[in-house]
Structure formats: C-alpha cells, structure tokens
T-cell receptor
C-alpha cells in the first residue's frame, strides 16, 4: 500500500503456537485499522478491526493492538490451527474527511500453520 | 442477509477490448468501492461510488470508469485493455462511506 508497511511477508508456525503480524502506517490522522484474511481463491474477509480511541481489541483467539505514538498495529493469533493458514492483510485509511472509506493495504503476510 | 456479490467470476479478454464488471452491495449498504488486486499484492483502491457519484479516485487512468445505480449496485468499466490490467477485481461495500468494508468474491480478469 501507499503508506502501509506490513511484515513479515511469510510466517510459519507450529499448530498451537502464537503468530504475530505487524503493520506501520505513516498518516498520524489515520483512525481505523482493519485486518483481513484471504484464503486461496477467496474474498478478503474482515476478521477484526480497531479504532484509534482503543489500544487493544480481542475476539476469541485473535487480538489487535494499536500504538498510535509509534504508528503501528499488530495482529495476534493464539493457539493457531491449520485452518488459520491464509494471507493476512492490514489496512489503514488516509486521514481527512475527504477520504472516507478509502483504504490502503499492506502487501500481505502468508501464514502457514503446520500440524 | 445477502452479502456482496460480483459477476462474472472469470473473464478472458484480449488487448484493446473493453470490459464491464458488476457488483451488488451487501444488503443495507449504500457505498461501493472498487479495488484491483494483482497476484501476490494487497488490494489497490480504484474508486468509490456513493449517491450515484464517484467520490474518490485512486491512481488509475481514465480508462477505468464506473457507475452506480439507484439500487446501489455498481459497474466498473475498463477500456483499451492492457496486459497489465490482468488482476482480481474486488468490490467492497460499506454504509455511508464508512471505513468498515466487506468484500465480494471478485472477478478474475485475464487479458491476453
């Protein structure tokens, strides 16, 4: 994406381990940070999102943390399962009301969970 | 509750031809954004339609155009196709131009 950096590009973990994917953004006015999961040949699926007035959000085995000062946010998956294997994308909007609904995406992280 | 739908699923065209892709937003949504996803890349914003007007545009040439209908469905048109236009074209819908967007299954366009 134009101003969203994502790493690592690939991540392999053993089933049951945790996985962490990190993204940085450049526009300090960005206020919404979603994560999408895309399985091979399927649509990107929104799995969790966080707004800039919150530091952390959890949904079962997944969580997102946001550090506004450092301008980075991370996806945490605990107790990974083989079905978590997919490409994960982070995204962020540019700041400013004129850009409502526009998202810049990272280049993606291929997560592989080995049984 | 119907999700975002797109048609066709796949399309093969030759250079120079024109193509039209279609999208119906999630029930209750009024905003459609189009993205291009090249192989191995994240989606790239093409443009957004709200209240039947193009509201924002990404860094794409004028060969890319669109339309939104009164029922909120949308079309993406690409003229004078180039080999580099081969990609997965995704539409995403949201409510009132909100950032929370839900994607359709995409149209895989191959230009030969």
């Amino acid at each position: 994406g134009e101003n969203v950096e994502q790493h690592p590009s690939t991540l392999s973990v053993q089933e049951g381990d945790s996985a962490v994917i990190k993204c940085t953004y450049s526009d300090s006015a960005s206020n919404y940070f979603p994560w999408y999961k895309q399985e091979l040949g399927k649509r990107p699926q929104l799995i969790i999102d966080i707004r800039s007035n919150v530091g952390e959000k959890k949904d079962q085995r997944i969580a997102v943390t946001l550090n506004k000062t450092a301008k980075h946010f991370s996806l945490h998956i605990t107790e990974t399962q083989p079905e978590d294997s997919a490409v994960y994308f982070c995204a962020a909007p540019p700041g400013g009301g004129s850009t409502l609904g526009r998202l810049y995406f990272g280049r993606g992280t291929q997560l592989t969970v080995w049984p | 509750d119907a999700g975002v739908t797109q048609s066709p699923t796949h399309l093969i065209k030759t250079r120079g031809q024109q193509v039209t892709l279609r999208c119906s937003p999630k029930s209750g949504h009024d905003t459609v954004s189009w993205y291009q996803q090249a192989l191995g890349q994240g989606p790239q914003f093409i443009f957004q339609y709200y209240e039947e007007e193009e509201r924002q545009r990404g860094n794409f040439p004028d060969r890319f155009s669109g339309h939104q209908f009164p029922n909120y469905s949308s079309e993406l048109n690409v003229n004078a196709l180039l080999l580099g236009d081969s990609a997965l074209y995704l539409c995403a819908s949201s409510l009132n131009r909100g950032h929370t967007q839900y994607f359709g299954p995409g149209t895989r366009l191959t230009v030969l």
